[in-house]
């Protein structure tokens, strides 16, 4: 029977984030929702080849397995009808993915079901439906294509996550942005007994966090990290903020200017999520990545 939602990691996940579906999105692209259509029946009995969240939602499904009981939900989130979107399921079934719920919405916003399904973490291509999904409160990221000659690690699942305006908020990033980095400094370091205030990526983390407790901490399937570009002495209300949330991170990087891609390329993660296209560019050609928009709302917006 399957598990209620809720009670797990729930996890939706658009099909052309978790497969390569970059060929028909040209077709719809440049010949309307009648070629594409035409062009995925026809091709429904040829498994679409992966994506750049294949191997992370593949690696947390496999945490089903280990004993703990099921952990984690997966859920197809799409725009496409339930016709188009046959192919995604015959390629599901290809992969022997245990992936059974699907939301077809037939052009329409997936926003609504986001949290009708208890959504933790919304993985897309389509920047408007992760600014919708972030704008309703839920952990968003756009992604990016597939890094060329990834290979996961098959032993542990392995996220990482930038700082601020991802697990925290972006407060002291306008102040970065706006007052210049020595107000940056004088702000975190007089306010450093204070938690920073959660990010659209907090819950997710803590969710992660809960689920490695599931499991010997010598033999934990997930390792996290955090990778800013955060450095003494703003590091301290991080490593605070985390421990007032009763969260142990794995690995932490405070790397103050130096290029995260090198970082990441050693800890190779199955998914980096970050704010910031600057630190994404170099960083998704190496692994697989996904950028958190800003709220509608942050003055973010205002200084981007």
């Known amino acids: 029977m399957a598990s209620a939602l809720g009670t797990n990691l729930v996890i939706g996940i658009s099909s052309r984030a978790l497969f390569d579906l970059e060929e028909a999105n040209r077709i719809y692209d440049d010949n309307g929702l009648e070629a594409y259509t035409q062009y995925q029946k026809e091709h429904e009995d040829q498994p679409l080849e992966k994506g750049t969240a ?10 089903n397995t280990l004993g703990a009981g099921k952990l984690v939900d997966v859920i197809v989130m799409s725009r496409n009808s339930p016709d188009t979107g046959l192919r995604a399921f015959y390629s599901i079934s290809h992969y022997g993915l245990e992936i059974t719920r699907a939301a077809f919405a037939g052009g329409a916003s997936l926003s609504p079901y986001l949290n009708a399904f208890d959504v933790d973490l919304f993985l897309s291509k389509s920047g408007e439906d992760v600014q919708q999904a972030i704008d309703s409160g839920v952990a968003a990221a756009m992604i990016y294509s597939p890094p060329e000659g990834y290979v996961s690690n098959t032993k542990q699942i392995r996220i990482a996550f930038d700082a601020d305006a991802v697990v925290f908020s972006d407060a002291s990033e306008y102040i970065y942005k706006t007052e210049g980095i020595d107000a ?26 809960f689920l490695q407790s599931k499991f010997k901490k010598e033999e934990s399937s997930i390792r996290l990290a955090i990778v800013t570009a955060r450095n003494s002495p703003a590091h301290e209300r991080v490593i605070l903020t985390l421990r007032a949330w009763g969260v142990e991170i794995d690995e932490a990087f405070f790397l103050g200017g130096f290029p995260k891609e090198k970082i990441l390329q050693a800890f190779n993660p199955h998914i980096f999520f970050d704010d910031q296209h600057r630190h994404l560019e170099h960083s998704s050609k190496l692994v697989p990545a996904g950028q958190v928009p800003y709220k509608t709302s942050s003055p973010m917006k205002t200084v981007e």
């Open 54 to 63: 294949f191997h992370l939602v593949e690696a947390l499904l496999q945490l």
């Open 184 to 209: 940056f400094y004088k702000h975190e370091k007089e306010n450093a007994a204070k938690p920073l205030p959660e990010g659209p990526f907090a819950k997710l983390l803590k969710t992660l966090s």
